[in-house]
């Protein structure tokens, strides 16, 4: 369900190698579901300072979704 609270982002979504379709996947389905979702790859501008840019996405996120490929593993962070 998506967050009463106050944060800017029901979830920050990484990714690392090659799934970016599945991370694109999982982001579809979590808007779908009328969730905020702050996604690394699209929401961080090129130019902008990436570790600055993703320190104060997660600071601003509900819960942290990470991807990333070792036979397709995905960890999710929640905090309560």
């Known amino acids: 369900m998506p967050s009463g609270r106050s944060d800017k982002y029901d979830f920050f979504l990484s990714r690392r190698g090659s799934v970016a379709a599945i991370a694109q996947e999982v982001t579809d389905v ?3 579901k009328g969730y905020k979702v702050f996604v690394q790859d699209y929401d961080i501008p090129i130019a902008a300072n990436l570790i600055e840019e993703m320190h104060e996405a997660v600071k601003n996120a509900r819960d942290l979704v990470v991807l990333f ?4 593993r995905a960890i999710a ?3 309560t």
């Open 30 to 32: 979590l808007k779908e």
């Open 69 to 72: 490929h070792a036979r397709l």
């Open 77 to 79: 962070l929640h905090s």
